[in-house]
């Protein structure tokens, strides 16, 4: 994918340096403040090579690249602009002040329907197959002690509409955050919140702890490892304080997002209800 090439034509399309307020990225998003709506249409943007969607909240246009997409389109952009770029925080509160939409949060730490998070990850390559061959089963464990549940009961239509991918979640009963394949840590987010997998099976996967919790920037999680470290199944990831999450108003529900599930043909998941660390829950084919 060519990253400057991206960030010019978003640029373009949504009106250009004179029109935007402010500009941040999450792990799989671009989000950007703009003076005048009117500049832009989403269709325009969702034609641009690299987009995988968008969609508008919180005041701002989210355009999702995915990944280890999103930060490399993103420094290209901010220098496009001639700006510093802003923390989250600064562009949701420009959000805020345009008022083009609220975000409905649920106070319980339970389930929400705000729309953030985490990420789709567009396949650029598909050599990573298994050395067992394209059709054995790739099997995905569990990262968190917990409940499993459908990925449809995620309280975000981003993840419960498989945007980003197929998967599962897991209401989880503890907070430590273990690989669920053997491979190699791909994406680490400055906000600790999301981390990226890349199995040695070829699987893609994606675990993001809670919904919206991007915008705790970091607070109540600590990452053990860092990106480009091979990991092992079973192997703690990241600890987090669930009741800390859950006292500021979010919902730990975790998402575990097979971002590269369009090239496989099917996901099944085996596991529904309690569920231990590295118990099986997916078998991708």
Do not use: W
């Not at 089963?137 to 981003?158: N, R």
């Amino acid at each position: 994918m060519d990253y400057k090439k991206a960030a010019e034509e978003v640029l373009e399309k949504i009106g250009g340096s004179d029109n935007i307020i402010s500009v941040a990225h999450c792990a799989t998003r671009l989000r950007i403040v703009t003076g005048d709506n009117s500049k832009y249409s989403n269709k325009a943007v969702e034609n641009i090579d690299g987009v995988k969607g968008v969609f508008e909240a919180s005041g701002q246009l989210q355009i999702i690249f995915g990944t280890g997409a999103v930060n490399k389109v993103y420094d290209e952009f901010i220098a496009l602009v001639h700006i510093s770029g802003g923390t989250k925080e600064d562009v949701k509160a420009a959000g805020d002040i345009k008022n083009i939409t609220a975000v409905n949060r649920s106070a319980s730490g339970k389930a929400e329907t705000a729309n953030d998070t985490i990420g789709e990850q567009k396949t650029v390559t598909a050599e990573n197959n298994s050395s067992t061959g394209d059709n054995a089963v790739k099997e995905i464990y569990s990262p968190l002690k917990g409940e499993a549940v459908k990925l449809s009961k995620v309280p975000d239509d981003t993840f419960a509409n498989e945007i980003l991918g197929k998967g599962m979640a897991v209401i989880p009963g503890d907070g430590v955050v273990v690989s669920p394949v053997d491979g190699e840590v791909s994406t680490l987010f400055d906000t600790l919140h999301a981390i990226g997998v890349t199995g040695d099976n070829g699987l893609e996967l994606l675990i993001h702890v809670g919904i919206n919790t991007v915008e705790l920037e970091g607070k109540y999680y600590k990452a053990l490892v860092k990106e480009g470290d091979k990991v092992t199944k079973g192997q703690p990831l990241l600890k987090f304080d669930i009741e800390g999450i859950r006292s500021a108003g979010y919902n730990t529900v975790t998402p575990v997002i097979i971002t590269n599930s369009d090239e496989y043909e099917s996901v099944e998941q085996v596991a529904i209800g309690d569920v231990e660390k590295s118990a099986l829950v997916m078998n991708v084919r």
